[in-house]
């Protein structure tokens, strides 16, 4: 089961964290990615990272610099520290597993996502 939280209002500029927490696996064995879906758009990946063996994290370019994906063993959480937010950051995100020890194909699990929403 995934459960994100931490969306919420920012400012443009501003700072926000969203967490995944994570239940019935560990949080570093396959790969977990962030998603958002912008009111009409389609859901795209801004971040991804593959499990703790592989070692590699991944950025949508629109994010990669101001966006942080991390993980907290302890807590089997997994985190997104977005910075520098901008008027193109808002939406819908989630997290998601994927059934693999690496960023490729589909997840097969998500969350039930966390709003973000930026004022100028």
């Known amino acids: 089961q995934l459960v994100e939280s931490g969306g919420g209002l920012v400012e443009s500029g501003g700072s926000l964290r969203l967490s995944c927490t994570v239940s019935?696996?560990?949080?570093?064995?396959?790969?977990m990615g962030w998603f958002r879906q912008a009111p009409g758009k389609e859901r795209e990946r801004v971040s991804c990272?593959?499990?703790?063996?592989?070692?590699?994290?991944y950025y949508e370019d629109s994010v990669r610099g101001r966006f942080t994906v991390s993980r907290d063993k302890a807590e089997n959480t997994m985190y997104l520290l977005m910075n520098s937010v901008k008027a193109e950051d808002p939406g819908d995100y989630f997290c998601?597993?994927?059934?693999?020890?690496?960023?490729?194909?589909?997840?097969?699990?998500w969350g039930q996502g966390t709003q973000v929403t930026v004022s100028s």
């Open positions: 998601a597993t994927y059934p693999s020890y690496y960023c490729d194909g589909k997840p097969d699990y």
């Open positions: 990272i593959s499990s703790s063996g592989d070692g590699k994290v």
């Open positions: 019935g696996v560990t949080v570093d064995r396959y790969a």
